[in-house]
């Protein structure tokens, strides 16, 4: 086990968010120090409610800063997905908002960054607007962090595109998701649809989970339903991806990664359809289009994701 990471969480928190906060709770090499809200799962404020429900029950007491409600281009999600109307599946949960800072996550991102170079981590969980609204006030915040940690991307382009899912963080953003892949860093790591929707919570692994007789894995069963069934009306199976939750572990473990790439990221299609793709195609080839300058990002391409699941139930239930 290294060193404890201290991590700043921006979330739009629906059900993967939430399981990502128990996971870093309950890693003894992970201390959470802030967590800002953003629109995405669900409606800013239902974010924030969610932040505030899950921190009460892991007793944690760490600034929660609300942040953007829409996009940089005015626009926010309007109707329920997978994460139901309130992010949390819809189980009528009290969710009183919690207290708040005065600053918005924004310029909490900026305080803290200053307060403490080079001795946080950031893992961006949602729509990248708060990192850019935060890098319109100071464009060097990135190079404060140990890390960024972004679960969005859809790695090095591949034939055929419909056969991925949806890169959403990035497609509710894409204004964002541009500023924050060109601007300077230390370390940016792009964990994407194209690893973490292959990094599965199976039938088996769920049955652990409810097995488990721990406050974690109760909270976690009980918001799973509503993901269960949205993933099996898609696929026909009852589980799940474990988007945010592997970008979690990876920022604590990158032996989790197997593969990756390096190299200027670009956002290309437009809106919802917005991808975040490293400006080499698979293998290394040249882009066939021009594309905007930007430093290197590191692009993650495969993962360890039987080693990672083992560790998540684990985790959540001991």
Request: aromatic share 4%; charged share 20%.
């Amino acid at each position: 086990m290294g060193r404890v990471r201290r991590v700043v969480v921006d979330t739009d928190t629906g059900i993967d968010d939430a399981h990502a906060l128990l996971y870093l709770a309950g890693r003894p090499d992970a201390e959470i120090v802030a967590i800002t809200s953003v629109f995405g799962n669900c409606a800013e404020e239902d974010a924030t409610r969610n932040i505030g429900y899950v921190s009460r029950l892991l007793g944690l007491d760490v600034p929660i800063a609300r942040g953007a409600a829409e996009s940089l281009a005015g626009h926010a999600p309007t109707t329920p997905g997978a994460h139901g109307s309130d992010g949390l599946g819809d189980r009528g949960y009290h969710r009183p908002l919690p207290q708040v800072t005065a600053e918005t996550g924004a310029e909490l991102l900026v305080r803290l960054a200053d307060e403490r170079p080079g001795e946080l981590d950031l893992l961006a969980l949602g729509p990248l607007t708060n990192l850019a609204l935060a890098l319109r006030v100071d464009p060097g915040l990135l190079t404060r962090y140990r890390s960024v940690v972004v679960m969005g991307g859809s790695g090095p382009s591949v034939e055929p595109d419909w056969a991925l899912m949806a890169d959403t963080n990035i497609g509710n953003d894409p204004v964002a998701a541009a500023a924050v892949f060109s601007a300077p860093r230390h370390e940016l790591v792009a964990v994407g649809v194209n690893v973490t929707g292959v990094t599965i919570l199976n039938e088996t692994a769920v049955a652990a989970l409810r097995a488990a007789d721990t406050p974690r894995a109760r909270f976690a069963c009980e918001i799973l339903d509503t993901y269960l069934d949205f993933h099996q009306g898609r696929w026909g199976r009852r589980v799940v991806p474990l988007h945010d939750p592997l970008a979690a572990g990876i920022l604590l473990d990158p032996s989790l990664v197997i593969a990756s790439v390096s190299g200027p990221v670009n956002v290309v299609g437009e809106g919802p359809l917005s991808r975040a793709r490293p400006v080499s195609a698979l293998g290394g080839s040249p882009p066939p289009l021009l594309h905007e300058d930007a430093p290197d990002s590191k692009v993650v391409t495969k993962v360890d994701s039987a080693r990672f699941v083992v560790d998540f139930v684990d985790v959540l239930t001991r």
